[in-house]
C-alpha cells in the first residue's frame, strides 16, 4: 500500500511513476531514472548494491527503515545518491525527488558527517555491504555457488550474476581473487 502511495504522490506533481514487482528488471529497461528503494533487509542492500551494477545513470535514494549515520553512510557507499527516512512526510519525500531531478542531492548531515569524517582507508573503499560479505565468508568456507544460492534463496544462475557484480566492484576477476581480496582486508574474520 506504500508503495503504491508514493507513486500517487509523485503522479500528483506530474512524474511519471510505476511501483515495478521486480526493481532490477524494470531498471534493466529504463535508463535515467530515479528509484526509491525501501532498505530494511539484508535483501535490499543486495538489490540497491545490483542497481549500481547495473548503471551509474539510475538515481537511486535508500529509504532506509531504521536510519542510521552509518546505515545512510552505507547506503551512499552502495549506491545511492540519496538517504531519507521511509516514514519522512509526503513534502520531505516531493522536496527530494524534485531536488534530484535538478541536480540536487539530499542527504542528513549525519550522514553527510559520517562520510567526510571517516578514514581515508583504501583498503575499505570497496567494502562491500554486510550480506555480501557473508556471502564471500560462506565461499571461503568452503561452499559452492550452487550451496550458497539455496542458502539464500537465490537461483544458481542469479547467484552467479550477483557475485560477478561484486567481483567487478572489488575489481578483480575470479572468486580465489575476491576471497584473496578480502582475506587481505580482513573481511573474511567476524
Not at 562520510?115 to 555491504?129: G, H, I, V
Not at 557473508?134 to 550458497?148: D, E, I, M, N
Request: glycine share 8%; hydrophobic share 45%; aromatic share 4%.
Amino acid at each position: 500500500m506504500y508503495r503504491y502511495g508514493i507513486v500517487s504522490l509523485l503522479a500528483g506533481i506530474g512524474h511519471q511513476a510505476e511501483a515495478p514487482a521486480d526493481v532490477l528488471d524494470w531498471a534493466r529497461r529504463h535508463r535515467h531514472a530515479t528509484v526509491l528503494l525501501t532498505v530494511d533487509a539484508e535483501a535490499d542492500w543486495t538489490t540497491l548494491t545490483a542497481l549500481a551494477d547495473i548503471g551509474r545513470s539510475h538515481l537511486v535514494v535508500a529509504m532506509l527503515t531504521a536510519p542510521t549515520d552509518a546505515g545512510g553512510a552505507a547506503a551512499v557507499r552502495a549506491g545511492a545518491v540519496s538517504v531519507v527516512d521511509r516514514s519522512a512526510s509526503p513534502e520531505r519525500l516531493l522536496h527530494l525527488v524534485t531536488g534530484l531531478v535538478s541536480g540536487d542531492v539530499t542527504l542528513p548531515l549525519g550522514v553527510l558527517r559520517r562520510l567526510a569524517s571517516e578514514p581515508d582507508d583504501p583498503a575499505d573503499d570497496d567494502r562491500p555491504p554486510p550480506e555480501q560479505l557473508a556471502w564471500l565468508r560462506t565461499l571461503a568456507g568452503g561452499s559452492t555457488v550452487a550451496a550458497l544460492a539455496n542458502q539464500v534463496g537465490y537461483s544458481e544462475r542469479a547467484m552467479f550474476r550477483l557475485l560477478q557484480g561484486l567481483y567487478r566492484r572489488l575489481g578483480v576477476r575470479s572468486r580465489t581473487e575476491a576471497l584473496i581480496h578480502a582475506n587481505e582486508r580482513g573481511w573474511l574474520r567476524g
